[in-house]
């Protein structure tokens, strides 16, 4: 963590929530340290393609625009608005109630008004009346018109890299206006002219070359996931074998690669190789994993929905490949928005493939009988309710458990009660965080959309204060020590953020717990759990 | 001061003596009779149906429902059914609470950042039910115009009047007597709401910030609107028989300009003529766009049934073939299968 980052209390002192005195539209923005990424690499932006690749900063004047940049954007929103009836009705209904105004926790950790949901819209909105509408067009400003300027552009660039995506406005307003939906529109006008921000823009380029995010090329993701089975068969004595680009396994496994690089993540990429192994001696079960899918996020989709396709088609490919009959999907949030909501239509039919049925249970999972994929959650859910695994959730009683609901998962699908059932089953201290911060009003994490890179500390740290709020809530009044997601960015940022506002809470995934849990055949007496750390009552 | 509820409320004065003066003063009582109405009638429809189809004309590419509780997934999980519908007939109960009874706002929890750096998250409904009692009593008084322009007076017009003026109120002194004709509680009513919106807007720090001049003006038309309307009812006592027969004539086509009425029943018209006209060109066209948003009007069935992108068009991918091509060696090497040996 940066040097120069306020203490939380300063941080907190500093957030006002009063508007300032002048007009939004008069207010001049202020491109602050701390609160926004660094500019896209050229070479990524070049490998992939993209327009516009130059070295540029957004701190200095001049950005080094094409000559006819108003032209591009003009024509962007154009092409956006035949193409999005989503888009069009957003830009013309809001009646600027302000349900979603305090809904946001970038509003709610800055105090800043343009990120209310509302007035991050009305900074497009605003350019769009002007160049789009009669009303506009006649009234100008008294509409709430105004010309596009690089002002305009650099306020946009600052606060549409100041939205998760997260769509938790969406939840509040009346007729549905999702601030997601117009940011990710915005985003996708600014790679127009080149403007992605280097922490979304690296990991795409490394993803469509190597298969994932992180650039782990082939043998060295091999290496890796082995460098776990050594761990594993220190803490259970068991040597497990996972398999890669297998053809002519049962299931495909894809899950985010942040898993296989980073703590906590690394526990998570651990349990899910500890039950596969549990399932294959147990039931037979049949599972590869890839390296050419070596990827379950999607950054492409923080650029636009062209580069989410391009990012997105390995999964069926590798499926089809490798002859597979379905995918089985890990933890994490944006992906599972991105199979859930998009996939099918972009990269489907996936008609190679089987309906998906547990080989274990023989439940069919009717939910994802087109798309033919299968969340983790769900697929565990299902072998608990079956009692197909020996659970001893003892080994979890020094951990007291909440859960994070990311919000894609629950507001761009409605996983909710899965996880939960699954924790249950394996831990037996699980509080929930106050109602209105949980399910479908989740706070988010404050990094997501590929906004967790290092540079931003203070963004993520402000916007992850709401979720840190609750969870601070639950530590004091229940003792919660743990905080459980199905989310990799999560598994990621988190643990910053827990540190600056409740030390003392640890963040985890939800295989993690269930790893823990599990009785594995043939194992040696557990003296620590997949971190090492020792199991209760095996403290010296 | 604030320069933009100012300038709504000087552009409503302006059109109030526009009309006023128009009339009264200089007659030109078949322009604001009959022209306008006319005018402002085709405006409306056009401009309506146009933005519609406008609408309509843009795909909705992917299915994005807002989730709002629990999905479908395995039998013994209890789904949200109305909140994330699995189904087009759960998605019209979902359409209708969403517009009858304004079910997303209904969730409005307000923010604090009380002592000690606690948050709240507090259920505010003040919006809700202002909001609610806005466009009920809007409608209502809609409905009850009806019966100027149509004869017989349909009998579910008649209905909502007896319901309407169920609440009689009856206030009767020696100066004032009110109570007679019988009191619409929906006029009232949508008076004190559309007050209470205003007031809102210019009260509360956060909506006063994002407000437009745009979204002031409606509200200060609405209130003439009412407070015109409310004055030729109660006070003025307008001559009812002579408006019938003249919003007869303009719905028969056969305009004629009543006597005896007075200046403020233009104003009214005058009113209501600029609201229809304004209606395509604004924020008022939610009315139409909160039957067709996607996040809303859309099952959340997208991984059991296949939805269809009309744009749909093949992107640069990168293929297995040609990652196998650049990492082929290193493959072998660490032992991993391969599709072409070296
Ligand atoms: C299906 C029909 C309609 C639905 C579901 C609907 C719903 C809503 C909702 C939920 C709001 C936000 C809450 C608020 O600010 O009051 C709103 C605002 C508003 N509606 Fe409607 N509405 C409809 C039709 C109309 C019509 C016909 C008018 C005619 C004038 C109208 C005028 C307004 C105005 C002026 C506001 C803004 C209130 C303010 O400034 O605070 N609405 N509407
Ligand atoms: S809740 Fe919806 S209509 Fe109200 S201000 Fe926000 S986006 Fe606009
Ligand atoms: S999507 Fe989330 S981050 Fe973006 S404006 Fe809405 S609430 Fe804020």
Known sequence: MADDLLKPDELLARTDHRPPATGWMDTPVNIRKGMYCYAANPKSVEYLSLPYARQWNPV????????NWKQIIFEGIRERLDKFRSFKIFMDICVRCGACADKCHFFIGTGDPRNMPVLRA?????????DFTTAGKIFGKVAGARPMTTE???EWWYYFFQCTECRRCSVFCPYGIDTAEITIIARELLNLLGLNIDWIATPVANCFRTGNHLGIQPHAFKDMLEFFVDDLEEITGIKVEPSFNRKGADILFITPSGDVFADPGTYTCMGYMLLFHYLREKYGFDITWSTYASEGGNFGFFTSHETMKRLNSKMYAEAKRLGVKWILGG????????????????????????EPVSPITGTKFESSRGTKMVHIAEFLADLIKHGKLDLDPGRNDNVKVTFHDSCNPARGMGLLDEPRYVIKNVCKHFYEMPPNTIRENTFCCGSGSGLNAGEDMELRLSGGLPRANAVKYVHQKHGVNMLAC???????VLPPLMDYWVPGVGVTGLTELVANALILPGEKERETNLRGEPLPGMEE | MNAKYMFSLVAVIVLFLLAYAGVEAAGLHVLFGVVIPYAAIAVFTVGFVWRIVNWAQSPVPFRIPSTCGQQKSLPWIKPAVIDNPATTGAVVI????????FRSLFRNLKFHFNEGNRF??????WLWLGALAFHWAFLAVVVRHLRFFAEPVPFWVQWVEQLDSFFRVEFIT???QIGLPGIFLSGLVLLAATIYLLLRRIVIPQVKYISLAADFFPLFLIIGIALSGILMRYFLKEDIVGIKEFTMGLVTFHPSIPKNVSGIFYVHLFFVSVLLAYFPFSKLMHLGGIFMSPTRNLANNSRTQRHVNPWNYPVKVHSYEEYEEEFREKMIEAGLPVEKEL
């Open chain 1, 60 to 67: 200095e004047d001049d950005w080094k625009l094409p000559e």
């Open chain 1, 122 to 130: 009305e900074l497009l909105r605003s350019i769009y009346r002007n």
């Open chain 1, 152 to 154: 305009v552009l650099k």
């Open chain 1, 331 to 354: 933890e994490c949030g944006h992906m599972w928005r991105v199979i859930h909501q998009y996939m099918d239509t972009m990269n489907g039919p996936a008609d190679f493939l089987e």
């Open chain 1, 486 to 492: 199905v989310c990799a960015i999560d598994r990621a």
């Open chain 2, 94 to 101: 979902r359409m209708i609470l969403e517009i009858l009874f």
């Open chain 2, 120 to 125: 709240s998250y507090i259920w505010e409904k």
């Open chain 2, 174 to 176: 020696d100066f004032l």
